[in-house]
């Protein structure tokens, strides 16, 4: 099990960026695979990005192009990079590590982008 813990969400005026972190409590060198999902009020979760721990990446066709995933082993934290953000792109933002079958989940960090 790993605790998560995001942070860099804030308010941001469409077309602008923001640095979401995914701090985790132990090494994620291991992780099989870390992702962001998020969530908008009214709405199911849905999945934004993931990275393996090979480095690879998979987006969801509104990231494409906009969000980058990455993660810094030594750092223990995974990050999305998001630009040309939209008011459609609010929402409070999840990260998620899956390893040997075990899904954890951090708390959460609200996105709010104005038009």
């Known amino acids: 099990q790993v605790q998560l813990v995001e942070s860099g969400g804030g308010l941001v005026q469409a077309g602008g960026a923001l640095r979401l972190s995914c701090a985790a409590s132990r090494d994620i060198s291991s992780i099989f695979l870390m992702a962001w999902y998020r969530q908008a009020p009214g709405k199911q979760r849905e999945f934004v990005a993931r990275?393996?721990?090979?480095?690879?990446?998979g987006y969801t066709d509104s990231a494409k192009g906009r969000f980058t995933a990455s993660r810094d082993n030594a750092k223990n934290t995974m990050y999305l990079q998001m630009n040309g953000l939209k008011p459609e792109d609010t929402a409070v933002y999840y990260c998620?590590?899956?390893?040997?079958?075990?899904?954890?989940w951090g708390q959460g960090t609200q996105v709010t982008v104005s038009s």
């Open positions: 998620q590590s899956i390893e040997r079958g075990v899904v954890d």
């Open positions: 990275i393996s721990s090979g480095g690879n990446t």
